[in-house]
């Protein structure tokens, strides 16, 4: 089995709606079992600015699913939540992001493992660590407030009941 770590943001409509949904999904999948989540937090957009600030939350699955094939699972996942990609770093009702899976370095055309920009935002490494301690001297909050605790899986997908 292995194990992969995402992000999940959102910053249209019902953010927290979306980000359960896309845990609900992931969960829901023959193929993969999310095992832990990340409380959710509220930061600003990164890149492309002028747009409504992010949930974001990291969640810790178990899968037998490929690397490649975990990511074409999250686009499908963005896709039924309504993620329209016109904008780079735009607005999304989802972006699911694979950030470690197993031990690996994967570089294909399509996707990078470790998430290379992971490590320079401080809304994805909050979360990380909060579920997955890192070897890391530091994180930097600046900007990243804790929006809602959450106690586990079962805890967030009451959510949307």
């Not at 992000?7 to 969960?27: F, K, P, Q, W």
């Not at 949930?55 to 499908?76: D, G, I, P, R, S």
Request: glycine share 6%; net charge negative.
């Amino acid at each position: 089995m292995n194990v992969a770590y995402l992000s999940i943001g959102s910053n249209i409509g019902d953010r927290l709606y979306h980000l359960t949904e896309a845990v609900r999904a992931l969960h829901s999948h023959d193929g993969i079992i999310v095992t832990s989540v990340s409380s959710i937090y509220e930061t600003a957009p990164v890149g492309f600015t002028d747009q409504a600030d992010f949930l974001n939350m990291v969640v810790c699955v178990e899968t037998a699913l490929t690397a490649q094939v975990l990511l074409e699972e999250c686009q499908k996942v963005e896709h039924g939540l309504g993620r329209v990609r016109d904008v780079r770093w735009g607005p999304r009702t989802a972006d699911l992001d694979i950030l470690l899976y197993n031990s690996e370095s994967i570089e294909t055309e399509n996707l990078i493992v470790p998430h290379p920009r992971m490590y320079e935002r401080a809304f994805v490494l909050i979360p990380l660590l909060e579920i997955a301690p890192l070897k890391a001297s530091a994180v930097k909050d600046t900007g990243v407030v804790l929006w809602k605790k959450v106690n586990g899986v079962n805890d967030l997908l009451r959510e949307g009941e």
